[in-house]
């Protein structure tokens, strides 16, 4: 099964999925999602988005003038709060500066060459930056693309982040709403029944080892 056999097979059982996962499309509200989410479930990182607009802590003007103890209380749900704290203030700053070059340049690699130089900002954060908040076309890998890479798509699992972004993007048109979709699905998946420890696919009828 190829890539795009695989992603039609999804879309047709599940449907659009309608991602990014925040109620508006805020660059700000994307950018500090990204960052929160990291090692944390999207359940807390919307407790911690919640709790930001509480404490009128929405711009990146915002975060950088909030005292300390105010902001890490109010992303602590998202846990590593002193971490993250100093994240998004970096990312502030960062977009404070940059933010029209992100929406008005086209060239994804050195946007997000550009990214992965700010403090907390790793693959997966830059290019859920770049692909949500800026509409980049570019793919984002994350455990759960991982996890049906092993299983379902015959793929290591194990490469670099690069190398399996280059696999996928090389298999898929340079389509912004087809990465965001794809992704979605695939997160959409792992949570219903490719789970960690066990996987129920047959109802989707894709080929699927016993995981123990």
Same mark, same amino acid.
């Given at each position: ?6 992603? @039609? ?28 989410? @990291? ?28 005292? !300390? ?27 404070? !500066? ?51 890479? !092993? ?62």
């Amino acid at each position: 099964m190829t890539l795009l056999e695989f992603y @039609q097979l999804l879309f047709d059982y599940y449907g659009e999925q309608h991602w990014w996962p925040s109620k508006n499309d805020l660059h700000w509200e994307i950018i500090a999602g990204a960052i929160l989410t @990291q090692n944390c479930a999207w359940t807390n990182v919307e407790k911690a988005l919640m709790q930001l607009k509480k404490a009128k802590l929405v711009t990146p003007q915002s975060i950088l003038t909030a005292e !300390e103890d105010a902001l890490q209380s109010a992303i602590r749900p998202a846990g590593f709060f002193r971490q993250k704290s100093v994240y998004l203030r970096e990312a502030a700053q960062f977009f404070i !500066e940059n933010e029209t070059d992100y929406l008005i340049q086209n060239d994804v690699w050195e946007l997000r060459n550009r990214l992965l130089e700010v403090k907390g900002i790793g693959h997966e954060t830059a290019d859920s930056i770049l692909l949500y908040a800026f509409n980049q076309p570019i793919f984002v890998i994350d455990a759960y693309t991982r996890r049906v890479a !092993e299983r379902h798509l015959g793929l290591d699992h194990k490469q670099s982040y690069n190398k399996l972004q280059k696999t996928f993007m090389d298999a898929l048109p340079a389509d912004v709403k087809l990465y965001n979709e794809y992704h979605a699905l695939i997160v959409r998946l792992c949570k219903d029944s490719c789970l960690k420890r066990c996987c129920s696919c047959h109802q989707l009828q894709i080929p699927c080892p016993s995981v123990t």
